[in-house]
């Protein structure tokens, strides 16, 4: 397939999702959450078919893709870790989750494994601070992590 | 004195009941009644309920709305995620009770993106209340109808003020809105908006059904009711208490078995920090406002770290529209860091202060006026702690205070 005719594909199933919220502007954010969830992360093309489809500028839309964390707006790992920092999970012991995390995967917080497969973010409260430390993986919340368990948890998502 | 009385939210509920009751009366009456328990905002704002609904119903709009404010981010708060995750209809009854109260045909909530594990949860209590002809068409068969909507944020913890809310609702940066017009006027889609935060609707069944006066019973006099605290950190016994409003300080800590306690952190980030001196003032919305977060730090503990995770935190979160919350947050985590050097001078500690005190005025929103506050009460209840730190060195040099 040509690059051309795989554009063209991926632009037209852009459209059925904005179409499916009816191109309405104040539909933007669910609309950039659904093509988040497809491809992974908002890609300077999704956001300029996007601008198309609702005739929204491109500065408008990357505005908003950029403002909030859970969009992305660069490649991101098909697994996010996210390992709340805030006060109560910090006071848990979040510290060692973390330096547990980075071994297990190879990487530094903000990074992605080579393979793709997992990304390493911190995140501000998840409101687990009762049994914390906590992290999402995903959509999926984990707590009352120790460093042994985050590693199993991480493993099998592999 | 008040007390650890009988529960409200935790305590029995029929779904339908109170919405049943409320049917028979009119908008205004039911209104009247919420102003009469003196019901106050639970999202820590405090504003009367009531009077917010009655904002709404006499405003003029084709469409009115009632939005859920679920976008719980608060450091050190978990309380609205065991109500949306136990007692989900709770909630639906009291938006389908303020619904019918301003008349508004569409309700929203707004769940953060933090939450995404609990939609199915909602929407299975959402198509059981709408089986039992408790939302949705026709309602009770009255010809009241109310559509219930779950949108999700997508992270940003500022859209749990309610214009940046509402903000992000139209699909937007979530970014505060000049005020006035308040969303009672103006809010979703420029329609007048009640916007209230979870645990506040939970409380209006109860109300229906029990009466305001026997609600005004429960708490003091400025503050009536209970209150969720989500309560974290040094302590035996975390987790989700409901609580007398005017419960003190000590009380709560002698409850979840909290030893050689330093300092209560009241209301999360944006809350303040208390000290031993002041543990035994009361919870309540004239003393010590309750945000619906307790965290408790131990005498182990350093309070410049509690502090920088608090910066850093505002740091992240604040949308950067505004300078004074922008450069501010900035400049306020940067002074913890000399501090925690030992760098900072009593000098430069009286500009920060006077900065923080700035921001409590000039910031455009919630966000950045609450700012400054764990930062002001920590450097005025450990002022000793924090200048008598040893200055650091760097790279075998010695530094010098600014």
Known sequence: MTLESSNKIIAAGIKETTEKYGCKKEKLLQILEDLNKEFGYLSEFVLLEVSKNLDMPHSQI??????????????????????????????????????????????????????????????????????????????????NLDPEKAVEIIESYE | MAGIKTQILFSSFEPGNAL????????????????????????????????????????????????????????????????????????????????????????????????????????????????????????????????????????????????????????????????????????????????????????????????????REYGTLESTGSKLFSISGDVAKPGVYELEM????????????????????????????????????????EALPPGGSIIVFNKSRDMLEVLSNFMEFFVEESCGQCTPCREGTFRLLEGVKLMQEGRCSINYLKTLRELGETMRVACKCGLGQMAPNAFLSIIDNFKGEILARDRVEINGKQTHSI
Not at chain 1, 129 to 135: D, E, I, L, S, T
């Open chain 2, 20 to 215: 049943k009751l409320a049917i028979l009366k009119t908008g205004p009456e039911i209104i009247e009644e919420i102003k009469n328990s003196k019901l106050r905002g639970r999202g820590g704002a405090g504003f009367p309920t009531g009077v917010k609904w009655d904002l709404v119903h006499s405003a003029q709009g084709d469409e009115k709305y009632i939005i859920c404010n679920a976008d719980e981010g608060e450091p050190g708060t978990f309380k609205d995620r065991i109500l949306l995750t136990d007692h989900p209809k709770k909630i639906f009854e009291g938006m389908a009770i303020a619904a019918f109260a301003v008349g508004a045909k569409h309700a929203i909530i707004y769940l953060r993106a933090e939450y995404r594990y609990l939609v199915p949860g909602l929407v299975q209590a959402i198509s059981e209340m709408e089986s039992a002809r408790l939302l949705g068409n026709n309602i009770l068969g009255t010809g009241f109808s109310l559509s219930v909507e779950i949108h999700l944020g997508a992270g940003a913890y500022v859209c749990g003020e309610e214009t940046a809310l509402i903000e992000s609702l139209e699909g937007k940066r979530g970014e505060a809105r000049n005020k006035p017009p308040y969303p009672t006027k103006k809010g979703y889609m420029d329609c007048p908006s009640v916007v209230n935060n979870v645990e506040t609707f939970c409380y209006v069944p109860y109300i229906l059904t029990n009466g305001a006066d026997w609600f």
């Open chain 2, 246 to 285: 005017g419960t003190t300080v000590n009380q709560v800590l002698k409850m979840v078995g909290a030893q050689n306690t330093k300092a209560v952190q009241v209301g999360g980030a944006s809350g303040i920090c208390v000290a031993n001196k002041d543990f035994d003032k009361p919870l309540a919305f």
């Open chain 1, 62 to 143: 990357y505005g908003v893709a950029s403002f909030y964390s859970f969009l992305n707006t660069q490649p991101k790992g098909k697994y996010i870790v996210r390992l709340c920092k805030t006060i109560s999970c910090s006071l848990a012991g979040k510290k060692k989750i973390a330096n547990a995390l980075e071994n297990e995967l190879g990487i530094r917080f903000g990074e992605t494994t080579p393979d793709g497969k997992f990304s390493l973010m911190f995140t501000n409260c998840i409101g687990m601070c009762n049994q914390g430390p906590a992290m999402l993986i995903n959509d999926d919340v984990y707590y």
